[in-house]
């Protein structure tokens, strides 16, 4: 139910780590992935070469397998500091998000608020704070497993080039989501205090200073 994200239940596996990918990954984001302190009973599961909203719902059906608690998101071009999952866990949220500088220019924050149809980024925000939004990418995202039991399927869907429809416009697989989850009355948070690279052709650090080509 939402509301009671502090009663844990009984998994088999802690937190499932789930990485939409292409089957290419960088050096970089594989020794950031290593570094990444994991709980006990951690597992880490990729699915190379499907449309994201196909790869996250596949992965959410395989944490069910797992009997997960959490499932951490964590794209393939996102650089997470180590205690990332342990911090978003502490939050104690069901949808919650590091915050993930965008690819476009220095790197803007990528969270976003909602005003009917349309969302404008957040730029100005507490640091080390747990702020409510009302959208988040998912690359550096934990969610609370029983979300999934009050959003039914699909859970994330890619409609950014089908037609525009008159009650939700055109989403991606992220934004979808989000929208989905408000629509189940469940909060979306954003703690700025777990700060993300991004890689892109040029890299852009915790900062938002854009560095030496990495791609």
């Known amino acids: 139910m939402p509301g009671s994200w502090e009663i844990p239940p009984q998994p088999n596996c802690s937190v499932f780590i789930g990485t939409p990918n292409t089957g290419l990954v960088t050096y970089a984001w594989a020794v950031q992935l290593e570094s990444l ?42 650089h997470p500091p180590p205690n990332a999952i342990a911090d978003l866990m502490a939050c104690r949220m069901p949808i919650i998000s590091g915050l993930v500088l965008a690819k476009r220019g220095s790197g803007y924050p990528a969270i976003w608020r909602r005003s009917g149809l349309s969302y404008s980024p957040i730029s100005q925000f507490p640091q080390s704070a747990v702020i409510n939004v009302d959208a988040i990418p998912m690359g550096c995202c934990l969610i609370d497993m029983r979300v999934f039991d009050i959003i039914p399927e699909p859970w994330f869907k890619w409609e950014i080039d089908l037609p525009e429809e008159k009650d939700t416009g055109k989403l991606s697989e992220d934004f979808y989501f989000c929208r989905r989850a408000q629509q189940y009355g469940l909060t979306i948070a954003c703690f700025t205090g777990v700060r993300c690279s991004h890689e892109t052709m040029m890299a852009v650090d915790p900062t938002g200073e854009s560095k030496k080509q990495v791609l």
């Open 37 to 78: 302190h994991k709980l006990p009973r951690s597992v880490i599961f990729g699915w190379k070469g499907a449309p994201f909203d196909v790869a996250r719902n596949n992965l959410v059906r395989e944490a069910r397998k797992a009997r997960a608690q959490y499932l951490f998101f964590l794209d393939s071009d996102v």
